[in-house]
């Protein structure tokens, strides 16, 4: 069993910042991937930022020189630090990891991705 705790979410001036951070536990062999998505009301979810093994990141353009993913091999958690927040950031964002792990004395390496519960961001003067 793997599960995602999210933290970090809360409300905010334009302009503002914050830091979410999403942490795994279980059995985790290791993290091919990890993404943060968010989604706001009567949208649909998008993807906001990826990272891989290596550290190569992807963004979508909307948030640009304004967020950064990174990661913690060791702790198993992504970080998504948020700067310059504009209105059209609220959403509930929600972290996404592809792992991979091995049962007992089963070599068969298989992959599970995993969904975060979500965190809502608010950005309100």
């Known amino acids: 069993q793997v599960q995602l705790v999210e933290s970090g979410g809360g409300l905010v001036q334009p302009g503002g910042s914050l830091r979410l951070s999403c942490a795994a536990s279980g059995s985790i062999s290791g993290i091919n991937a990890m993404a943060w998505y968010r989604q706001a009301p009567g949208k649909q979810r998008e993807l906001v930022a990826s990272?891989?093994?290596?550290?190569?990141?992807n963004y979508v353009d909307s948030v640009k020189g304004r967020f950064t993913i990174s990661r913690d091999n060791a702790k198993n958690t992504v970080y998504l630090q948020m700067n310059s927040l504009k209105p059209e950031d609220p959403a509930v964002y929600y972290c996404?990891?592809?792992?991979?792990?091995?049962?007992?004395?089963?070599?068969?390496?298989?992959?599970?991705?995993?969904w975060g519960q979500g965190t809502l961001v608010t950005v309100s003067s």
């Open positions: 990272i891989i093994t290596g550290g190569t990141t």
């Open positions: 996404n990891i592809n792992l991979y792990y091995y049962r007992s004395k089963d070599p068969l390496r298989r992959y599970l991705e995993v």
